[in-house]
Nanobody
Framework: QVQLVESGGGLVQPGGSLRLSCAAS????????MGWYRQAPGQQREFVAT???????NYLDSVKGRFTISRDNAKSTVYLQMNSMTPEDTAVYYC????????????WGQGTQVTVSS
């Protein structure tokens, strides 16, 4: 059973920073595109950022220049560095894994709460 375990969420003031981590249990971590999604209260879950096996990245327009996704294949871990945070970044953040050639192999973490407030 594949598990994605997020950590690093919490309360931060506007303009502050947080780094989320997602530790994955699958043995073929490099075969997965990893991503972060978020869901604010009363809203649908939205894409935040993804990183391919080779390291190419994509970002939601509103986080470009503020958030950075990265991965450490040796540790089977993906990170999301969040800087210059605003209250609009408040949400539950979810880690996601999608197999490169077998799209039926897709997994979600349990989510970690991020709250930006003074």
């Amino acid at each position: 059973q594949v598990q994605l375990v997020e950590s690093g969420g919490g309360l931060v003031q506007p303009g502050g920073s947080l780094r989320l981590s997602c530790a994955a249990s699958m043995t073929s971590f490099t075969m997965y595109r990893m991503g972060w999604y978020r869901q604010a209260p009363g809203q649908q879950r939205e894409f935040v950022a993804t990183i391919a096996s080779g390291g190419s990245t994509n970002y939601l327009d509103s986080v470009k220049g503020r958030f950075t996704i990265s991965r450490d294949n040796a540790k089977s871990t993906v990170y999301l560095q969040m800087n210059s945070m605003t209250p609009e970044d408040t949400a539950v953040y979810y880690c996601h894994a999608l197999h490169n050639v077998r799209p039926s192999l897709t997994y979600w973490g349990q989510g970690t709460q991020v709250t930006v407030s003074s």
